[in-house]
């Protein structure tokens, strides 16, 4: 019995070694996604939650906008008609809603985002809580590099 058990982890043994350097193509690691989608870029909720990501843990801007923030709008942001466009190539911006407080609450608190993909740059707005703040701070770089696929 104990000759057929070593016989067994012999056999399962090289069998494993024959395998350990291939690697799954990426449709397998990435959950059989297709090489179009891996490519595509990131979308609507990715990004905010990318930009998410980078106000509140890398930057935390939530917590230092009282004393880095600014009352005025940032030079390369401007709003033609209610839009925000980017002052150099006449582009609009993306608008992510970080955080929007109910409005009947006393210490309301807004949180907004404009991202230029073009650039790979948003700026952060913050409104409300209990000073009721209007302040921007910004622009921040935020990149998302892609892994490229496996070339078959």
Known sequence: MRKYFVLIAACAVCNTAGTCNTMPPDSVLHAEL????????????????????DVRAWRE??????????????????????????LTDETT???????EDLRDQPYRVDETAYLCRKEGMYYYHYQGGPRKL?????PYRIDRKRVKPDEK
Do not use: N
Request: with cysteine.
């Open 34 to 53: 297709t090489p179009e989608e891996l490519e595509a870029a990131p979308g609507y909720h990715q990004m905010k939650a990318a930009i998410l990501s």
């Open 61 to 86: 801007l939530d917590r230092k906008v009282e004393t880095d923030g600014q009352r005025e709008v940032p030079r390369g942001l401007k709003f033609v008609e209610g839009i925000p466009t980017c």
């Open 93 to 99: 911006y993306e608008i992510y809603r970080l955080k």
């Open 134 to 138: 209007d302040l921007w701070m910004g």
